[in-house]
């Protein structure tokens, strides 16, 4: 079975550019979560969205960060404008559902880097 | 700060040694979860323990829940170069899961 998928595997860009993660979960996964690890800060979830809605942006750091969920099959979470200290590893994880017993599945993410 | 306090931040121990992982905090969750993480790769999880008092056993790991859901730890026995890896604890609450810094783990040979 395929699991998460992320794209791109990395990425490089100046600071000031559009930074567009993509994730696809897998599939009848009602839940897909966004996270980020830093050496700093360990992995912070960022947002979540269920059955493609979003229900819980609190961990969006700013503005500038944006996550859409189009249909069941696609996520994206997007950066405009990065900046230097938006470097970190981002992750996407998907869940059949959130009780308690549920594990998260997660992708292999995306290393960023911002110059 | 981190909701989930983590000890020790790192570990390297020889092979056949046994090791512990703590993971407290001063809230409760439904659920605690331990993953694992190598380099390159996101977590995969090992174990969830549910019932305060609860041990569950995977293999070389034993995982343990603390009477109040409050903390757990992670044991192994009889470390290996395969268990090298970076041990993430997760506390499950309201639909969502808080991550401890992790605890990385170097087995040599």
């Known amino acids: 079975d395929a699991g998460v998928i992320q794209s791109p595997r990395h990425e490089v860009t100046e600071m000031g550019q559009e930074v567009t993660l993509r994730c696809k979960p897998i599939s009848g996964h009602d839940y897909l979560f966004w996270y980020r690890q830093t050496m700093m800060r360990g992995l912070e979830l960022l947002i979540y969205f269920n059955n493609n809605v979003p229900i819980d942006d609190s961990g969006m750091p700013e503005d500038r960060f944006s996550a859409k969920m189009p249909n069941a099959s696609f996520s994206t979470l997007k950066i405009q404008p990065s900046e230097p200290r938006d470097s970190a590893v981002y992750f996407c994880a998907s869940s059949p559902r959130t009780d308690s017993n549920q594990p998260q599945h997660f992708g292999d993410g995306t290393r960023l880097s911002i110059l | 700060t981190q909701l989930l306090e983590q000890s020790p931040q790192f570990l390297s121990i020889q092979e056949g040694e046994n090791l512990t992982v703590y993971c407290n905090s001063s809230s409760v969750f439904s659920s605690l979860q331990w993953y694992r993480q190598e380099p390159g790769e996101g977590p995969v999880l090992l174990v969830t323990?549910?019932?305060?008092?609860e041990v569950k056993k995977l293999k070389r790991l034993t995982f343990q829940f603390g009477d109040a859901r409050k903390d757990s730890s992670l044991h192994i026995t009889a470390a290996q170069p395969g268990d090298t890896g970076l041990y993430l604890c997760a506390g499950a609450r309201r639909n969502k899961l808080s991550f401890g810094a992790g605890t990385t783990v170097t087995v040599r040979a």
């Open positions: 323990v549910v019932t305060g008092g």
